[in-house]
């Protein structure tokens, strides 16, 4: 896999090229109370994300990450390449947990450029990225494909 780099400046649409794949800058750490209250928030029940008990049991011995955090920090990782001058999302598709996560690991995000289109308007064009979510031990835990409406340099900045 080839990674491409980008900085602030080159996160237009005419900056990305289909195949090249980004490995953005910073991780996060998941706290035990990033994944409580935002499973509260949406009021996710399932006791694997709550119970420390019930969890001794299970084969992992430990709480599980709710999936929706997970997801919620890889593309967060991710946005400050891939959404900087993102006008809209237009969908999150192909949603894959591929490994559980725990509290404690931490998240890296990478993205691969899929596809490049023209948009029905002049100003921006839609990219199709997979974000890839890696742990600390380069394990894979998510994979996505998100498009988006990302503003065109020459109708933005080189008027």
Aim: charged fraction near 25%; hydrophobic fraction near 40%; charge should be negative.
């Amino acid at each position: 896999m080839k990674l491409a780099a980008l900085t602030a400046d080159d996160n237009y649409f005419e900056n990305f090229d289909v195949g090249a794949v980004y490995k953005h800058a910073r991780g996060k750490t998941v706290e035990p109370l990033e994944n409580v209250l935002f499973t509260n928030l949406v009021m996710n029940t399932a006791a694997g994300h709550f119970d420390a008990h019930v969890m001794q049991s299970h084969p992992a011995r430990q709480r599980v990450v709710y999936g929706g955090v997970t997801i919620g920090i890889v593309i967060g990782l991710a946005m400050q390449d891939t959404g900087e001058n993102a006008i809209r999302e237009l969908g999150l598709d192909a949603i894959r947990l591929t490994r559980s996560v725990f509290h404690g690991d931490t998240l890296y995000a990478l993205s691969e450029v899929l596809e490049k289109k023209d948009a029905a308007r002049d100003d921006a064009g839609e990219v199709l990225f997979r974000h890839y979510g890696i742990n600390q031990n380069n394990e894979q835990v998510f994979q996505g494909d998100r498009r988006v409406l990302i503003k065109k340099r020459s109708a933005w900045i080189d008027r």
